[in-house]
C-alpha cells in the first residue's frame, strides 16, 4: 500500500519536497525491519535512515544536512511519509530531530560538531529529557537541579517518558539552574549516555511499544562545556524546540489516519455483504466521506503551520508560530484518532484483531494526542494567543 501524494501539488511545497516524499516513499516500502523488539528495532532504523541520508533533514547543511536551516515542511513530510509505513520509523527519525533541535538552535559550533554530525548520519541517537514525574505539562515545575562545581556542573533529579531512553548516547536534558526562578532559572544541558550516575535502565511499557525510560540522575558531574545556550535560558529553548516539532507531531498523526483511511477504502471495496459491497452503502460513503475530510483538515493546518515557520526563517523574520503550531498538533491528532476508529469500525471483528494494521494503529495514535504537549495544553496555548489578540 503506498500514500496518496496528490496534496504534494499543493503551493505549500517546492520541489525539493516533491522529490524527497517519493524518494523517501519508494525506500521505506522497500525496507523489511524486524519491530519485534522495539528497542533493537529503533537502532536499525536510526542507522538506515543514517545511510541513506534521510536523517540529512534532522540537522543543517553546516554539520552535513540537506538544507541550510531546519526545513518544517521537510519535517512534515518525512513524518507523514514514514508514518505511513511504520509507526516505529516515524519515531527513530522524530527524535533525532527532537533531540538535537535545540543544538541546531543554540549550540556552540563545537557543540554542533560534536552532535549534530554524528545525528545526521544516525551514528548518534539522540533524545530530549524535558519531562518528570511532578512536571508534564508544567514543563516550568521541573525539579532537577544543576549546581554549578568547580569548573562543571553537578545534575541531581529524575526525567521521566523520556523517549529513546537507555538506547540514547546523549540526553538534550533541561534542568533548574536557579530554583527560586521559575522558568527563567532553566538551562539546558548535553548529557552523554555513559556520563557516571546516570540511570536508564527504568524501561517504560506503553501500550504501542517504543523506547521509553525514566532517567535518575544521581550526582552526575558534567563539564562546563556541556551548558546549551545562555544559563538559566533553557524553558524558552525548549519551547522553541517543541514549536518546530509539534508540526511534524501533526504530520505524523497524519500519516497514520491517511493509512487508515487507505485501509478502510481498500477494505470497504472489497468486503462482500448483503449481495453487496461494503462500499455500496451509503453508511459506509458517509463514514468515508467524514474520514477524507477530517484528514484534509488535519493536512492543511499541519501544511501551513510548516509553510509559515519556514517563511518567516527564509524572510529573517521573528514571527513566533506557537499559535499555529499548537493547532495544528491538536487537530491532526484528534481528528486521526476519530479516523482511525472509524477506519477499526469499518473493519467489524477484524479490526480488533492483533495484526490487523487498524489494531496497531488505534494503539499507535493514542500516546500522540498527549506526548509534546496534551490536546489540553494546545488549547490553552491557542487560547492564550487569541486573548492576546494574533
Ligand atoms: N517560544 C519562545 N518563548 C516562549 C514560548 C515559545 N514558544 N512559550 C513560552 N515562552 C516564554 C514566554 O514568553 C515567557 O517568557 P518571559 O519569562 O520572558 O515572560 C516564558 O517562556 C514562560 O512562558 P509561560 O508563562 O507561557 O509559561 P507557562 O509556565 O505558563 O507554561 C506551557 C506554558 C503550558 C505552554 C508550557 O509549559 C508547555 O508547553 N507545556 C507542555 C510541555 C510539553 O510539551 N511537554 C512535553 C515534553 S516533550 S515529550
Known sequence: MTPDQRHLSLPFFDDVHRDLARDLSAWT?????????DRAACRQWVAALGEAGFLRWAVPAAQGGALSALDSRALVILRETLAFYSPLADFAFAMQGLGSGAITLAGTDEQKARYLVPVGR????????L????????AGALATTAVRDGD???????????SNGGIADYYCLFAKTDTAAGTRGISCFLVDAATPGLDASEHIHVMAPHPLATIKLNHCRIPATALLGEENAGFKLAMQTLDIFRASVAAAALGFARRALAEATQHAKSRKMFGHTLADFQLTQAKLGQMAADVDAAALLTYRAAWLRDDAVRRGAATRVTSEAAMAKMVATENAQRVIDAALQMHGGLGVRVGTKVESLYRDIRSL??????????QLIIGKSVLAGG
Do not use: C, M
Not at 516500502?29 to 523488539?37: A, F, G, K, L, Y
Not at 562543571?152 to 523520556?162: D, M, P, Q, R
Not at 494526542?369 to 494546545?378: H, K, L
Open 122 to 129: 544516525g551514528k548518534k541517537i539522540a533524545a530530549f529529557a
Open 369 to 378: 494526542r498527549i506526548y509534546e504537549g496534551a490536546t489540553e495544553v494546545q
Open 152 to 162: 562543571g556542573w553537578v545534575l541531581n533529579g529524575t526525567k521521566t517518558w523520556i
Open 131 to 138: 519531562s518528570e514525574p511532578e512536571a508534564g505539562s508544567d
Open 29 to 37: 516500502e522497500q525496507q523489511h525491519v524486524d519491530e519485534s523488539d
